[in-house]
């Protein structure tokens, strides 16, 4: 039975110590937004010598970041040709390009500010749960190596060695990924924000944005701070904000199940590489291990919700399906967290006004593309350049439908779960 919230509040060896806004300030950059995508702008304006104000409404990683499931991912959710027909060639090419160098981004990271947040970089598996999706895998294999990705097609005799388990066709190797505990690592970033200098300022929700006198100015907490330019970093976790800006996006929920830490004897047989893995399941399910050896496992869906019951008993008996071994172990950790999805699964800059740039729409993949839209974010700003962002800003950006999409989604998902239920958690492969 779950008894425990957020596994990564439980293990973050990280702190951040920071008080609300309590006076007015006027600096060079403003950012909204305690995340990765925040928290990395805000460490490289400060190091660039700017002086920079972050507020979050909440606690620093209170949003997505906070809930990530933890693989660093190079590129996107979508395969390279997919980015490219909608993008085009070159604005397509920039982007992939730009993502597969983030992981060595974000472990550089990690690595110049000293941040505790066990890392490991062994790389991700991209698991076939039928043979459709080992066709999938064969097509992102062949578009990812003819780009010079260094990936490499696993069998599914290979693939149930790595996984311990032959509920898959087969995978996909990228050794550019790895894993992260994420609210230790954005935590990690708002400390070494700190450190360069940056006003980091939890509990702190703005209430009204505005552009006067050549400035930006933002309320919070009955203070007021000007700045001359302004990032706006709040993903899916944007509150209602009196502001030229509202980011449009359907928000869908990803939940998380953690069990305890499991004898050595299971861990020598059940993702003993450390590997991160998700499926190619249209309701998307993942698995990894964090360094204790808790087996984390996560699923589309609102465990959080109306249908959170449903969600946690569909993870207990996927456990089982996939580790017969771990039959009647107990998952004590659960969380779910929201994603901001784009109806392209492409993100998004927004240049709402001058001086002016909001980042979202990761549609999944927040480790990587937050922290390299941030560190380009920050630096576009600082520089009065937009040519080294990772996608050209544009000065607006609609999704419609978004609440009958995202109960779509949630329907969906249900529905799958509870299927799960009627007919097996897990299919054994062919």
């Not at 060896?13 to 925040?38: C, K, M, W, Y």
């Not at 450390?274 to 309701?283: K, M, S």
């Not at 784009?342 to 240049?351: E, G, W, Y």
Request: glycine fraction near 12%; aromatic fraction near 6%; hydrophobic fraction near 45%.
């Amino acid at each position: 039975m779950i008894s425990e919230p957020n596994l990564w509040h439980a293990t973050s060896r990280e702190e951040v110590h920071a008080q609300p806004l309590s006076d007015n300030l006027s600096v060079d950059l403003a950012v909204i937004g305690g995340g990765f995508t925040g928290c990395s702008a805000a460490l490289e304006a400060a190091r660039a010598g700017a002086s920079v104000c972050l507020l979050e409404a909440e606690q620093v990683g209170h949003g997505g970041s906070g809930r990530n499931v933890g693989l660093v991912n190079a590129g996107l959710w979508l395969p390279p040709q997919a980015v490219i027909d909608q993008m085009g060639q070159p604005a397509g090419l920039h982007l992939i390009q730009t993502l597969a160098q983030a992981p060595e981004q974000v472990f550089a990271l990690i690595a110049r500010e000293s941040i505790d947040c066990e890392a490991t970089r062994n790389g991700t598996l991209h698991l076939a749960h039928s043979a459709a999706g080992l066709r999938d895998l064969q097509e992102r294999f062949r578009q990812g190596v003819g780009l010079g990705a260094p990936l490499s097609l696993l069998d599914a005799q290979e693939t149930a060695r790595r996984v311990g388990t032959d509920q898959f066709h087969g995978a996909l190797f990228d050794p550019r990924a790895g894993t992260i505990q994420p609210l230790a690592y954005v935590q990690g970033l708002a400390r070494a924000a700190q450190s360069a200098g940056a006003a980091l300022h939890i509990q702190s929700p703005v209430t009204s944005l505005d552009h006067a006198d050549g400035d930006w100015v933002l309320r919070s907490n009955g203070h007021t701070v000007r700045a001359r330019k302004i990032l706006v970093a709040t993903n899916a976790y944007h509150l209602g904000i009196i502001a030229p800006f509202q980011p449009r996006f359907v928000p869908v929920y990803y939940s998380q199940y953690a069990t305890d830490p499991l004898p050595e004897s299971l861990r020598k047989t059940i993702l003993a590489g450390a590997e991160g893995c998700w499926d190619t399941a249209l309701v998307m399910s993942s698995m990894r291990m964090d360094q204790a050896g808790r087996l984390i496992l996560g699923g589309i869906g609102n465990g959080e919700g109306v249908a959170g019951r449903l969600h946690g008993a569909w993870a207990q008996r996927k456990l089982a399906a996939l580790f017969p071994a771990l039959k009647g172990y107990t998952l004590r950790h659960g969380w779910a967290g929201r994603i901001a999805m784009t109806s392209d699964h492409l993100p998004r800059i927004v240049a709402f006004g001058p001086n002016a740039l909001a980042c979202f729409g990761y549609s999944g993949r927040g480790i990587g593309p937050g922290t390299v839209f941030g560190l380009r974010a920050a630096q576009a700003l600082l520089r009065d350049d937009t040519e080294g962002l990772p996608v050209a800003p544009v000065s607006s950006h609609v999704e419609h439908f978004t609440t009958p999409r995202a109960l779509w989604v949630e329907a969906g998902a249900s529905l799958i779960h509870a299927s799960a239920a009627r007919f097996g958690a897990g299919k054994p492969r062919p």
